[in-house]
């Protein structure tokens, strides 16, 4: 489907994807403009199109492409020694937080992506945030150690409820945020503070 901009140069490529970045990441889905894309990418408005079919399309290819890029440096860097789910959400978490103040407009457009309410993409992005929530705790939980946890414990359900609450916290965090004060954030604090709903978790969990 986007065989026409896959085989362009990489220089070009980047050219109109930190270009899209960028609008997007600042203005949002409903306002970002083609004009301002093209004018930042020295492209025409013709070429873009003939590349992707319209602003829609151009917007999902940046948000995989990115989520791309987001999980590609979280697995990495993760430690998959450590079984323990707790230490890995830790980890994980930590992480996440290093990427995004490597790349702070990626950071922006991701938080907007998940707080879009444009009619024309919020059908296609909540169905992908479904499924992105979905194959994200299957591959960074799949092979967590369940022998830690109470006999008699739902094991699946105290992992959705811990996956969740974490999540929970994680959002709070992304939601106050903007690119700006990225690097003022202290991780430390941030992990001291998990910790504290960490311990209460293990505790109504763990043998």
């Known amino acids: 489907m986007f065989a026409k901009f896959l085989n362009l140069n990489p220089e070009k490529q980047d050219r109109i994807l930190n270009a899209a970045l960028k609008e997007f990441a600042q203005k949002g889905y409903q306002n970002a403009s083609t004009n301002e894309i093209v004018k930042e990418a020295e492209i025409s408005k013709g070429l873009l199109f003939h590349y992707f079919k319209n602003k829609k399309d151009l917007y999902l290819f940046l948000h995989n492409h990115f989520l791309d890029i987001f999980m590609e440096e979280i697995h990495k860097k993760i430690n998959w020694s450590e079984k323990d789910i707790f230490e890995r959400y830790r980890d994980i978490a930590r992480l996440k937080f290093e990427v995004y103040q490597k790349y702070p407009e990626m950071f922006n457009f991701i938080k907007n992506v998940f707080t879009e ?76 503070e998990m ?9 109504g969990f763990y043998k």
């Open 195 to 203: 910790e504290f709903y960490s311990e209460v978790l293990r505790q």
């Open 117 to 192: 309410d444009a009619a024309e993409v919020k059908v296609d992005m909540d169905r992908r945030k479904q499924e992105i929530l979905s194959k994200g705790y299957k591959d960074l939980f799949g092979d967590i150690d369940t022998s830690k946890f109470k006999e008699g414990i739902d094991v699946e359900r105290a992992i959705n409820i811990i996956f969740w609450t974490m999540e929970g916290f994680s959002n709070r965090y992304h939601n106050k945020l903007d690119a700006l004060q990225l690097e003022l954030i202290n991780i430390d604090e941030l992990i001291a």
